[in-house]
């Protein structure tokens, strides 16, 4: 560090209580919004702008009402106060402003409320600028603008998040007091870049961030901001990436003999997906440098045979594998399925979940539960980790199966059943190979998807009766477990505020037992269950010992019951496409015609909207760019993990900006010890990631 450098660091790091007009207690509140020094300041951007620079006439407000309607926006008007008095409101609780202001097109209504000094400061004939809502005067039926804030030239305003005892003036006025120390922060990202990207400089970016000229200049700030966050993002993917390719795998011999004979011994033919997925995991096996692959495919596009073919493989040339599942029921169902696979090739599996601890003696792939990790397994001579459904797990849990034996990493295969769309996994995977099956097995049917309106719901039992009658079986998902309980989820607690009283599991199983299907056999599945306990309710379905089950969402990932043929869901606006898709995936698991019933009464026009879309497609990939349309990035999946939700300004939507950013990542991957400021920026962003 030159001596300048020194100097602008340690103002960077001084602490905010310090700087002029801060003590003790404003520090201590700021401390609240994660201010602790100046350069903790210079990064606190104002959530955002009250724009005085775009000023319309009085005249056109009305004209825009009339043609496009402006109730609720906020707008600037230039006016003259032409008379201003402030009265009480009938039950005196209240005092209200009421001015009269024009501009030379013509004149409206403006109230404030309890403010009643604007009486005396805003005087009859003064000239001022207002930012405020549109909204409807009830008395006059004339449109008026409430609560403006004022200001005497024009400019744009930034508003910053707020905390008791700090105003966004005051959070303006220290940070215009620290302007100057924005030249200490320094430029991290390669000229080139900038160059080849038309981006501003950070300390540009950072000013106009908080001191905008006018609303382009914010716009061309949040780019560069918007870029950094998915460009160091994907670099730092992309450093993971490279860095397991440091380490030496296993290289596995490929007998081509075992790969016919093995495709021969399944009770069908592989899909093209599938083949080819297998095949790029094969040419993985066959490098010595770490597997770092990615099946993503929809529920019931047939990945657990792709993951058996690998094991297969690896097994076959002496090493061992590992298999790891978020669930117990997953776990089960993996080891029946690879048993059935594997053994007649001789082939040993074993299980171990914390409700099934026997030791199997160390069996040639073991699969089970994060039990895998708390019971210190044997780990020496793996040569393929295989993990379901990874984001279900912490990246320690993970990184602990996948650890350096004996100077060689196991080659890694995820899952995931969660179609992502094609842009956001350009920026969720770039640690990562993606093999993507997007071809379902042949013999499958498309599911018949309705929805089903109060008024159907005799005659959709009338329908389920039938389809139970033929042998076939059915689940019936409600959103909660007992009445009065906290959903699951933060969408469902927001959307039961406006509707009507949940289907909770046990009520609405007592009531289909009692009043609606007294004949036919029942049983119940919720997360409340010991995990024994739900794993033989499973068995018992898939064995056909009863003929309905009602469930919350637990059986969400991945259970195979291949009877069912109906997936009924009540209040079924409460759930997410994605998650709604994954239901419905529990059935159509064979060649029999089955069905997916949406309950709602939900006349909202987004949920309408949801389950037509559930109507309307049955690809998973489909539904996820239709649920990123509808939901925006932000709310995307539960699985974008933690420091996914960090990004403050980039869309991951953005399909353009994603694609320059991670070609920008790869462009410096490969020489990043040239770019040392970039290094630490990435990790410093490291810190709050995964
Ligand atoms: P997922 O991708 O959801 O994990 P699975 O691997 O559980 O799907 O497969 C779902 C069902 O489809 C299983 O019963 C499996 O035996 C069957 N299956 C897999 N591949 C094929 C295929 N190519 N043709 C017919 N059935 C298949
Ligand atoms: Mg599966």
Redesign the pocket.
């Known amino acids: 560090m030159t001596e300048k450098e020194n100097k602008g660091f340690m103002e960077l790091n001084t602490e905010i209580q310090f700087l002029h007009g801060v003590g003790p207690k404003m520090a201590e509140r700021l401390d609240k919004l994660g201010i602790k020094i100046v350069r903790d300041l210079i990064y606190y951007f104002p959530r955002d702008y009250a724009d005085y620079t775009k000023i319309v006439k009085i005249g056109d407000l009305g004209i825009m009402n009339y043609e496009s309607g402006i109730m609720g926006e906020t707008k600037t008007i230039k006016a003259k106060i032409i008379n201003i008095a402030n009265r009480r409101t009938s039950r005196r609780r209240f005092v209200v402003t009421e001015a009269v202001v024009a501009d030379d097109t013509g004149s409206i209504k403006v109230v404030w409320f309890n403010q009643p000094y604007l009486e005396k400061m805003l005087k009859s004939g003064s000239e001022v600028i207002l930012n405020g809502k549109i909204s409807y005067d009830n008395f006059s039926g004339q449109i008026q603008m409430e609560s403006p804030t004022r200001t005497n030239f024009p400019r744009i305003v930034p508003i910053y998040p707020e905390t008791v005892g700090i105003s966004s003036g005051y959070i303006s006025k220290l940070v215009a007091s620290i302007k100057p120390q924005v030249a200490n922060i320094g430029e991290y990202i390669p000229e080139e870049i900038i160059g080849k990207n038309n981006l501003i400089g950070i300390q540009q970016a950072i000013l106009a961030l908080h001191q905008p000229d006018n609303s382009a200049s914010v716009e061309k700030a949040r780019e560069r901001m918007a870029f950094d966050e998915l460009f160091l993002f994907s670099l730092q993917k992309q450093l993971i990436k490279q860095e397991v390719l440091i380490h030496k795998a296993p290289k596995m011999e490929i007998d081509e003999q075992f790969l016919k004979d093995f495709v021969e011994s399944l009770?069908?033919?592989?899909?093209d997906a599938?083949r080819k997925a297998s095949w790029r995991i094969i040419k993985d096996l066959e490098s010595n440098q770490p597997m770092n692959r990615l099946l993503n495919?929809?529920?019931?596009?047939?990945?657990?045979?792709v993951a058996a073919f690998a094991a297969a493989v690896v097994i076959k040339n002496g090493k061992r594998v590992v298999l790891m599942a978020p669930t117990e029921i997953l776990a089960n169902q993996h080891y029946q399925?690879l048993t059935k696979i594997l053994e007649p090739h001789g082939i040993s599996v074993g299980l171990l979940t914390s409700a099934n601890k026997s030791d199997h003696n160390l069996p040639d792939i073991i699969v089970g539960t994060h039990a895998l990790i708390q019971e210190k397994v044997e780990l020496d001579n793996i040569g393929l980790v295989i993990i379901d459904e990874q984001h279900r797990f912490g990246v320690n849990q993970r990184n602990k199966l996948l650890e350096v034996r004996n100077g060689l990493r196991p080659h890694f295969l995820s899952?995931t059943?969660t179609p992502i769309p094609r842009t956001m996994s350009l920026v969720v995977f770039a640690n990562l190979n993606v093999s993507v099956?997007d071809e379902m097995?042949?013999?499958?049917k498309k599911i018949i998807t309705r929805t089903v309106e109060p008024a159907g719901r005799d005659e959709a039992y009338e329908f389920i009766r039938k389809e139970v009658g033929s042998g076939h079986q059915v689940f019936v998902i409600c959103p909660l477990i007992a009445e009065g309980d906290q959903a699951d989820s933060l969408q469902l607690i927001a959307n039961s505020f406006f509707e009507e009283e949940k289907k909770a599991v046990i009520k609405e199983t007592k009531r289909l037992q009692k009043d609606v299907f007294p004949d036919l056999k029942i049983a119940m599945l919720h997360g409340k269950l010991k995990s024994k306990e739900k794993e033989v309710i499973m068995a018992d379905f898939k064995a056909k010992k009863f003929d309905i089950l009602v469930s919350t969402s637990v059986v969400e990932v991945?259970v195979?019951i291949?009877g069912a043929t109906v997936m009924m869901i009540e209040n079924a606006e409460s759930f997410g496409l994605a998650q709604l898709h994954q239901f419905r995936?529990r059935v159509g698991?064979?060649d029999m015609q089955s069905y997916c019933l949406l309950f709602s009464s939900s006349n909202s026009e987004n949920a309408q909207k949801r389950l037509s879309y559930m109507e309307s497609i049955s690809s998973g990939f489909e539904l996820a760019e239709k649920d990123l349309e509808l939901r925006g990035p932000g709310q995307m999946y539960g699985y974008v993990q933690s420091g996914f939700w960090d990004f403050r300004f980039a869309d991951i939507g953005d399909r353009i900006m994603i694609e320059k950013a991670t070609e920008a990542a790869k462009d410096v991957v490969a020489q990043i010890d040239k770019y040392p400021e970039l290094l630490e920026k990435v990790g410093e962003k490291a810190k709050h990631l995964e």
């Open positions: 009770p069908f033919k592989l899909t599938q495919g929809d529920v019931g596009s047939g990945k657990t045979v399925t899952m059943a099956i097995p042949a013999d499958r991945g195979d291949p995936g698991r064979n």
